[in-house]
């Protein structure tokens, strides 16, 4: 059975990768967001609802992932960071160039609210033993993304990613 | 205490179909660039029925279905999102959905996990199991008093 990479076996139950939010949330985001699936859900809204109901107007829960995202250019031609960067650098250092997600789960603490800037923490749960299925030989890998308050360090949620990396070169 | 929702209670069903402005808008709002969400050529060259809603996107749309049914004051908790086939512009889909379990806490808040699928034709294309926190005041739970269960730990 192939070994792991040193340098993954030191990354193994450690947060390896922090992203910041590019972008604070705000409620004209989450109106798109709500006109992008047709949710008339008062509480992403600043309206007397929200209000009452949450404290002040909340961001669509879907987007729990959206703000840690880098932008897709930058102004002084620096090169884009990757979203979830980690499962990028473990795709490099096992050799395998393909992946696809095999899981999803994802658990919500305090609400996102507008003028958030969001930390995304990558940590690397679980890396299996080689293994093969139909699309070939590869691993199966868990990454937990924690994503908290800039702010004041208070969680928001955990996102956790299940995927199986493949298509070794073996030229 | 008893729960006010009822395991086994039906959603009612509901469509809808898909356009390439769904499609696009869902990934842009998300702040989600990576082209199969927008640029067809690439997500046909991928081997891809054509552009595809993105994750976000694809969660949102099945809690509105839910926060829709349950109203406002359903706190969405927890969810494991379990996608079969993409959606793309012109799929026509219906959503349905049913409550899996529902158990009251000492606070009086109903904690229900509902058991939904996007079915696209006599296929289901998604499938999502969300557990959402119902009561007064949920929304203002925070800290130790904003726990939510595991799936596993509450009786189906």
Redesign the interface.
């Known amino acids: 059975m192939a070994a792991l990479p040193q340098e993954v076996e030191a990354w193994l139950g450690h947060v390896v990768v922090t992203q910041t939010s590019g972008a604070a949330a705000e409620v004209g985001a989450f109106r798109l967001f709500c006109a992008a699936v047709e949710d008339a859900n008062p509480l992403y809204r600043d309206s007397k609802e929200a209000h009452d109901v949450a404290g002040g107007p909340i961001c669509p829960p879907a987007l729990l992932s959206a703000w840690s995202r880098p932008d897709p250019w930058e102004p002084d031609g620096r090169p884009v960071s990757r979203a979830l960067e980690l499962h990028f650098r473990l795709k490099e250092a096992l050799g395998l160039p393909k992946a696809v997600v095999t899981r999803s789960e994802t658990e919500l603490h305090a609400p996102i609210r507008p003028g958030d800037r969001v930390i995304a923490q990558q940590r690397l749960d679980a890396v299996s033993p080689v293994a093969e299925n139909r699309l070939g030989q590869g691993r199966y890998w868990t990454i937990s993304v924690l994503y908290r308050r800039a702010c004041d360090d208070v969680l928001l949620g955990i996102e956790t990613l299940g995927f199986f990396g493949y298509g070794r070169d073996e030229g | 205490m008893k729960p006010r929702f009822q395991q086994g209670t039906r959603l009612p069903p509901h469509f809808?179909h898909f356009t390439a402005r769904?499609i696009i808008?869902?990934a842009?709002?998300?702040?989600?660039?990576q082209p199969q969400h927008h640029d067809h050529e690439h997500a046909r060259a991928a081997n891809l029925p054509g552009i595809i809603l993105n994750?976000?996107?694809q969660?949102?749309?099945f809690?509105?279905y839910v926060?829709?049914w349950a109203g406002?004051?359903a706190r969405?908790?927890?969810?494991?999102?379990?996608?079969k086939s993409p959606i793309s512009p012109g799929d026509a889909v219906t959503f349905s959905g049913m409550i899996e379990s529902a158990q009251a806490d000492a606070a009086g808040h109903d904690w229900v996990v509902f058991s939904l699928e996007m079915i696209r034709g006599s296929r289901p294309v998604s499938h999502c199991r969300l557990m959402c926190a119902v009561g007064e005041g949920v929304?203002?739970l925070?800290g130790a008093d904003?726990q939510?269960p595991l799936f596993d730990t509450l009786p189906a």
């Not at chain 2, 842009?28 to 660039?33: E, G, K, L, T």
């Not at chain 2, 969405?76 to 996608?83: D, E, N, Q, S, V």
């Open positions: 809808v769904h808008l869902g842009m709002a998300s702040r989600d660039w994750t976000p996107a969660t949102q749309w809690l509105n926060t829709a406002p004051q969405p908790a927890r969810w494991r999102l379990g996608m929304w203002r925070s904003w939510p």
